[in-house]
């Protein structure tokens, strides 16, 4: 038997993010390879460059991709990234899986309660007058921004051409010439390096 998760909603919000990775994010490499229907994914790398993953999604197919070794100590390399190799390899994939079948639409997504708002990017509040950027962003009804940005305002960031600034004089201070310091003063500050234990890997700090 399915069981029911979340809401529909939540899953139409979470959607349209992972919609914008494969756009615009870490996933666009996802498709260099024709894929040419809406996709959804999200790219994921572990410490160490150890795993690199891609799981993505379609209307009409879910797939994942990892790249890895079993012993899971191993590196994969420094910038082995999930957007830099398993998203292309996913894409690749999905084109040529979905190359002669139908599209399909989310019929579920078609009916949820989502409202649209304009948003300052920086507090995620309703615009205010200082809000010189907005973005459109959706919201579950029930938690559509009500409040209107003030995060702008204050002496801090405004500018009176009024007001001539105040030019203070200070007299040139005399400095005397240290006194040299000796061999037996004058120590290393150089910080020591210990080799990674990742195979893979340059060195690095820990």
Known sequence: DRKQVISPEAAF?????????????????ALSYGL???????????NNFRD??????TAELVTSVWFGYDVGTI?????VTGGRISAPVWGRFMARALDKEPRAELEWAKSVNVVHRTICPMSGKLPGSQCHE?????????TAPKEVCNDHGGQWNVIDDHKKPQVTY?????????????ETQITSTKKKKRKSVFSGDEEMDY
């Open 13 to 29: 919000l979470v959607t349209d993010m992972m919609e914008d990775v494969i756009k615009e994010g870490t996933g666009k490499s």
């Open 36 to 46: 040419n229907r809406k996709a959804y994914g999200k790219t994921g790398t572990t």
């Open 52 to 57: 690199a993953w891609f799981v993505g999604y």
């Open 75 to 79: 590196s994969l390399g420094r910038g």
């Open 134 to 142: 907005t973005m459109d962003e959706i919201f579950i009804a029930s």
């Open 170 to 182: 200070e007299k040139p201070k005399v400095v005397s010439n240290p006194k040299p310091k000796t």
